[in-house]
């Protein structure tokens, strides 16, 4: 029974701190892009416009909800629930510290610990598509919201296998598809960064197109779609996209701090619980200022180019590099 | 406990598969059949096979699904609307149902499933990923590598057969 209870209180925090990070991150994103266009971003409210994103949920709360006469009004309704869920079940596997050991047992940071979290996470990755695929096709034959989900729906289906083949590698040198595991396997040898540094790349190219984020932001490209597939939705109903996407961010940063840097390991002054958890939250971090960087920094790709990137470069260096690693493993070479 | 999440997975299930037969807008039905594959992996989960459940996620409801509606999507949407739902054998296909169910009815009464030993065979040293491993790579590795095979001709024919030559076109 105390499982239940743990897991229940374990719901409610991780839900709790996902929810309060997303919150200021959309302070996080707009004060480091208006410092890096030499701007100053958001001040008025707060220290610093620290309460900004307050107001703005407030203001967001208050909207009229408008729904598009011809759109098909259940699936309008449940295409955001389905993204903001599907995001919220992968941040429920991702370790947010490191294990302690207690007198009964591990106790684990993460609401579900699970031996196939890896599976899990692409599991719900896929699904998240869903909210988006069904917002284009509910906003009722409204053209960029079709067009912007079209290219969700594409996107994602190249870019996860990419995702999927690069995180193989780390998988295979580690036999686990445990984060645990994994990051205890790293401490026997070095970070798998060292490693597979091609697979490290690939993987940080694949994250940006999953979460939908600058350079491969196509879903919502602003100035070609207008907004993409939200473009119908009003209100609190539109801020649960971006909110998901957000989720998918961190989600995506942690995985890779995990699977390739180590997790709560560091070059030093490792050990203890504190210094694993600073470690660990710093690496994270990092990640997830870089899909700002990239956002205040790149121009975005073209369709096409999106694609013959996908398909004709990555993948095929991806797979070379599985074989590689194959190889490399029966073997046994000296270095891996 | 574990009958309630049974009976809320299976419900799920069936009503999913029945709504993709029923429903009339050809996204909900899509949308119906991916509930039906979340309840399966749900009951994969439940006879302690979550390699298999997560697989389950990943390819039907992750994958095959999305292409489904991405095939939908490239339509018209008032082509797809105006579409008859059923053809003229659908009485065959609820017989043949039906004759299945009642089936699957009587072997149950008759073989009185035990529920105390649910997924035993599907784990090995509690991992059922090393089993799936093990017995697709050990003792069906030739079946596995034909079916490989088997499937990159069919993904070839498909290309073969839908891909127009230049010259053809002029």
Avoid at chain 1, 195 to 220: C, N, R, S
Wanted: net charge positive.
């Amino acid at each position: 029974m105390s499982i239940v209870i743990w897991g229940i209180i374990k719901f409610i925090v991780v839900l709790s701190i996902v929810s309060v990070y997303v919150l200021f991150m959309t302070w996080f994103d707009r004060k480091v892009i208006a410092r890096m266009q030499n701007r100053v971003g958001p001040k008025l409210i707060g220290f610093h416009g620290l309460w900004q994103p307050l107001a703005d949920a407030i203001k967001s709360l208050w909207k009229e909800d408008t729904v598009p006469d011809k759109s098909y009004k259940f699936m309008f309704w449940l295409a955001p629930i389905i993204s903001i869920t599907t995001a919220f079940a992968i941040s429920f596997v991702i370790p947010f510290a490191p294990p302690i050991k207690t007198a009964s047992g591990i106790f684990h940071f993460s609401v579900a610990h699970l031996n196939v979290a890896i599976l899990f996470v692409f599991a719900f990755l896929g699904l998240s598509s869903y909210g988006v695929l069904y917002a284009g096709i509910s906003s009722g034959g409204s053209k960029y919201p079709f067009i912007g989900a079209q290219r969700e729906g594409a996107q994602m289906i190249s870019y996860e296998i990419i995702l999927a083949l690069s995180i193989l590698n780390p998988i295979l040198m580690s036999q686990s598809l445990n984060f645990e595991t994994i990051v205890a396997a790293q401490t026997h040898h070095l970070w798998y960064v060292f490693y597979q540094p091609v697979a490290f790349i690939t993987y940080l190219i694949a994250m940006f197109a999953v979460a939908g984020k600058v350079p491969f932001d196509l879903p919502e490209a602003e100035s070609e779609i207008c907004c993409g597939y939200f473009v119908e939705y009003s209100g609190m109903k539109m801020g649960l996209f971006p909110f998901a996407q957000y989720i998918v961010v961190l989600v995506l940063s942690a995985i890779m701090v995990l699977l390739f840097l180590g997790g709560w390991t560091g070059p030093f002054w490792s050990g203890g619980f504190f210094a694993g958890l600073i470690w660990y939250w710093i690496k994270v971090a990092f990640f997830i200022f870089l899909f700002t960087w990239a956002w205040a920094t790149f121009p975005r790709y073209r369709y096409d180019q999106l694609m013959d990137i996908g398909w004709k470069i990555l993948l095929p260096i991806a797979v070379l590099n599985i074989f590689w690693t194959g190889f490399a493993l029966t073997v046994g070479l000296p270095f891996f | 406990m574990a009958e309630l999440i049974f009976f809320v997975l299976s419900l799920a299930t069936i009503v999913g598969a029945l709504g993709t037969v029923i429903s009339k807008n050809a996204y909900a039905s899509a949308l119906w059949m991916i509930t039906s594959f979340i309840g399966v992996s749900g009951l994969f989960v439940m006879l302690n096979a979550p390699f298999i459940a997560m697989l389950q996620i990943i390819v039907y409801a992750g994958a095959i699904a999305v292409l489904i509606l991405f095939v939908m999507m490239l339509m018209d949407r008032r082509v797809l609307e105006d579409k008859e739902r059923f053809n003229p054998q659908y009485l065959w296909a609820i017989a043949f149902g039906l004759g299945l169910l009642a089936d699957i009815t009587v072997l149950a009464f008759k073989f009185r499933i035990n529920l105390s030993h649910i997924g035993e065979n599907l784990t090995l040293n509690g991992s059922n990923t090393k089993m799936v491993g093990d017995i697709l790579f050990k003792r069906y590795l030739f079946p596995f590598e034909l079916i490989a095979i088997v499937l990159l001709v069919a993904l070839v024919g498909a290309i073969v057969l839908t891909k127009k030559d230049k010259k053809e076109v002029e």
